[in-house]
């Protein structure tokens, strides 16, 4: 987890669900917010292909 010099994380834990995620990220790494949903998406498309959560549940 990201933290600043007093030890305490940048943003409280989010929920784990895709748009809390989304959130989180885009907060403390707006940067890396296209490698987020590329991600969500091949885990997806995973999930879909397989017809198992697995994939998703392992992103989230």
Known sequence: MTTFAAGQPLIPHPPATVAALRQ???QIAP??????TRE?????????QGS??????RFI
């Open 40 to 48: 969500l998406d091949q885990a997806a498309d995973q999930s879909r």
């Open 31 to 36: 940067a890396a917010l296209p490698a987020f």
């Open 52 to 57: 198992d959560l697995a994939p998703l549940q």
């Open 24 to 26: 989180a990220v885009s």
